[in-house]
Every structure is written in C-alpha cells, then in structure tokens.
C-alpha cells in the first residue's frame, strides 16, 4: 500500500517485493516514543525496498511496540540480518574505558539515582565510547523471538558512529539536528571527535532554537560560522527551518547521513524524515 508523505503515518513500498524475499534482505527496526518504523533493505545490493512508520495514540516505546511486533506481517519473516535501535530516555554516555573500570550500570545509577529495569550498553568502537539506557522491559526479547541474531542498539550510537565515519578527516566544528515531532537529538563534532550528544523535548520551534543557541553558549562556537545539518521532520522552508535558518545561516537540510539507494517503486519518499533509519543499515 502506498500513501501521501506525512508527518505521521507513512507507508511505502515497491509493489515488486515480496515476502519471500526477505532472506535476502536486512531489517531495521527503530522505535522512539513518536513512532514505529522500519524498512526492507537488499542486503547485497543496499536498495531499500519497503519503508514504513506508524505512529499513534502514546508513546510506542511504552505501549505499540509490542503489538507492532506481533502483529505487522513483514516482522515474521526471517531476514539475513536485523537491527532494532530504540532512541529511549533515560541513558548515559560513558568513555568506553570509564564503562570497563567503572561499569555502565553504576554510573547510570550515579546520575539518575536509581536502578536501571533493563540496561543495555551500545558501543560505538570509532568514537570509544558507550550509551547505556534503560530499554523497555521485554522489547529485546520479543524482537528476538522472531530475528534471534539481530542486534539490538540505541538510535543514538548509530547516528554517532555514522556522522564520525562521515568525518574522518574534517577539521573544525560541525553541528547536526535530527528533529522528531517531539523531541531533538544534537550531535556536535569538533576535528572529528565527539564533544556532544544530547536528547532534548520540546513543544514549539522556538524551543528547538533555544537549544542550539544554549549548546553553542556553553562549547563556545560561533552560530554564524558553524555548518548544521538537520534530518528528520523538517522540510527546507517550512516555519522551522526558516527559523533556525536566520540565526545559522549555514544550516542545510541532509538528505541522509549514508548513502540511501531507493527502489524505484518507493515514490514520493524523504528521505530526510528516514534518515535515523536508514543509518541502521549502513552501520551494521
């Protein structure tokens, strides 16, 4: 079923594919508290043949998940590989070397003053360091009964891993912008190393202004002379854009973070909106 580009629901998917194929094909898999997404990617190939995202009523990484899981069609078939990544407050980012001498579990207990129900620890090798959150309780097992090999990450520590890698060689300051419809994720690089990620809510364009313009207060970068790159549920010239763009006038709309191939059958998709997704691919 195809349908119009939304800020909600969206479903795409070449009219060509199958069920059957699936084992050739990866799967991603993210969930953040506005949606349930996945897409269909040939493995060998690297064109994404399905893309879908759903939200609804609440927060899905407390409620929909489970269902979605159970109960979407293309999440029973057995796929080459699978990644699900979950961009789940609370969590911490750790020095890989403080998480070997420490552990992850007592410096999340150090900050937010309580035992975490489920901890997981994503690791991004380019960057040496680690997310520990707290995941939904059961989320990784269900996943796991129908794709026992996938890995199970948090969206940040791919976005991180993909804009180093993205980076390697860069000097200066560069900022990106991943903006959902009610949260923001911040990653702000200095000669390719990590000096931010953070998750922030917000309620109106203003506060996602807010936010950057603190963030460049306390690292001490100039607004005017910083590149920003924004993905997720914005479009170039919308009210949001054209507000972040007079107070950072170097601020450009990334098509994706990778490389994304699409099938010819997926039309009208923004790629934009999917980027966080897409990256799941190109990471694993």
Known sequence: METGVSKSSAEFRDKTYQLSESNACHLSVQVDRDA??????????????????????GNPLESSWKESLRDIEDLQQEYRSAVIAVNHVPFVLLPASLDEEVGSEEVFKANFNSDPANLC??????????IAFDMPPG????????????????????MIRSILQRHRFSKGTTCYLNITESAMEV??????????????????????LYHLVN?????????????????????????????????????????????????LGLHGVRKPYFSSLFNLFACV
């Not at 620890?121 to 680690?130: F, H, L, M, Q």
């Open 36 to 57: 349930f997404s996945y897409s269909i990617t040939e493995a060998d190939s690297g064109v994404v043949r399905a893309v879908y995202r759903y939200t609804g009523v």
């Open 121 to 130: 620890t994503a690791v991004v090798t380019e960057g040496k360091i680690n």
């Open 139 to 158: 989320l990784d097992e269900e996943f796991h009964l129908r794709q026992p090999y996938a890995i199970v990450t948090h969206s940040g520590a791919m």
């Open 187 to 208: 990653v702000v690089l200095k000669d390719n190393r990590l000096e931010l990620y953070n998750w922030f809510p917000y309620l109106t364009r203003n506060d996602v």
């Open 215 to 263: 963030i460049a207060s306390q690292l001490g970068f100039d607004p005017g002379l910083t590149p920003v790159h924004i993905t997720g549920i914005v479009d170039s010239g919308d009210e949001t854009f054209e507000l972040l763009k007079t107070y950072w006038p170097k601020l450009s709309l990334l098509y994706s973070l990778d490389s994304v191939k699409l099938s």
